[in-house]
């Protein structure tokens, strides 16, 4: 018998593997597909010089404010890159041109004045709004509201527009008037509890963190795809690709994990599955979670990466791309210059241009073939960039159904499903606590930590 079963290959399954490792646990890590990672997963494309294009399909970074990715690599040995140093940060496309990101503002929160007023990406009520938000008093009620509703009542509807939309919103993915803040940006809210102001607060957390000398954001040198690779290399106990588990059930003596032709033993289990798949496999032995994980939804993603010659490429590309908002009405969400962004993406002499789509307002491009897609981005490339050129290389990636939505209520919904569990049974993954890797590595080691506790008790399971 196993002292725990894992159910997914993915990032969150080889990070409870790896604890699970740590603990001196007896492990199974079972994968439905062929391949571990997950949705990180990176491409090399040679044949343009003496290095490849690196091609993400999935993630391209991992925030260090939150640890738990940045030490796990630490632990790994894999060597880490930060964020190439550009003039700018980010541009945003607003009534048909590129404008810069005013300096000072962070996410959507502005820290510096004169930056801000000589911006010419809002209008001159836009920026008094902005800055207004230091004198609106703070919520008092500690209720879960949509992140449209926190950014309207605390900053104005054109903030909402041009930052929080498409800022915000596209790192979940999700439509900003359906998203939970409390569960996506839950530090916002707590900066207005503490504070009173996120502008106040902001200034405060800034000041408290300088001296930090790791950077704010990190990737690996050969792609997201790497840091799975690695962990996978380092789990040494049993691991199974191409194994599908059908249902899980209880017995007298513990758990049984049955699979198409097998029943495996286990005192304990953690799921790190869709929440569709885990309420199937938990019908029987948790029918009371099953109607919650039910009415988690999801949605897809897609992005496009285009190689190109430098001298084809008019623009600088001296920022780490273009966020889009929604009322611009294009078929893109937004644009990574990866090859400015990170070292070691594209060989000398060529960039590498990320094109996402499958957004609130683009989830229609999802349903349109490869060609289609390339004829797309390229045409919203010479439209926003001014890039006329064929690009050399290109590559689509979608991923169906790959984002949870975590719609307001998210974090109660998830909380009513867990106290509705055995407790020999862990979630674990991207839809129970955080869309990131470093939220992901998080849940997966505090999964493992719990068990680690519960199994000497072994008359209790």
Known sequence: MYDLVIVGGGIAGLASAWYAQKADLSYLLLESTDRLGGLAQSEQVDGFGDSPFTVEGGPDGIITRKPWAYELAQEIGIDVVPLNDLPQRIYVWSDGQLHSLPDGVHLLVPTKVQPL??????????????????????????????????????????????????????????????????????????????????????????????????????????????????????????????????????????????????????????????????????????????????????????????????????????????????????????????????????????????????????????????????????????????????PVMTRVKKLTAAYPQYDVGHSERIADIRAKLPAVIELAGLTYGGVGIPDTIRGAKEAVERISKRLPQRDEV
């Open 117 to 390: 007023l000589q911006s010419s990406l809002f209008s001159w009520p836009g920026k008094l709004r902005l800055l207004a938000e230091q004198f609106i008093p703070g919520r008092t009620e500690n209720t879960d509201e949509s992140v449209a509703g926190f950014i309207r009542r605390r900053f104005g509807q054109e903030a909402l527009d041009k930052l929080g939309e498409p800022m915000l919103g596209g790192v979940y993915n999700a439509d900003v008037e359906q998203m939970s803040m409390g569960a996506t940006f839950g530090q916002f809210p707590a900066l207005e509890r503490k504070y009173g102001s996120l502008i106040s607060g902001m200034k405060a957390r800034m000041s408290a963190a300088q001296g930090n000398q790791i950077p704010a954001l990190v990737s690996m040198r050969d792609g997201m795809g790497s840091f799975a690779d690695a962990l996978a290399h380092h789990v040494t106990g049993e691991v199974h690709l191409n194994t599908q588990v059908h249902a899980i059930t209880r017995d007298k003596d513990g758990l049984n994990v049955t699979l198409e032709d097998e029943v495996i033993p286990a005192q304990t289990v953690v799921l790190t599955t869709p929440a569709s798949v885990t309420a199937h496999l938990l019908r029987e032995i948790a029918p009371g979670a099953v109607t919650g994980l039910k009415s988690i939804r999801y949605e897809g993603v897609g992005s496009v990466s285009l190689g190109y010659r430098t001298e084809d490429i008019p623009h600088a590309l001296d920022a780490y791309g273009v966020v889009i908002p929604r009322t611009e009405k294009r078929q893109i969400d937004g644009i990574t210059f990866a090859s400015a962004k990170w070292e070691n993406r594209a060989p000398d002499g060529y960039h590498l241009l990320r094109v996402f789509f499958g957004g609130p307002n683009t989830r229609d491009v999802l349903n349109s073939t490869d060609d289609e897609i390339v004829a797309t981005a390229q045409q919203e490339l010479r439209e926003i960039l001014g890039i006329t050129a064929e």
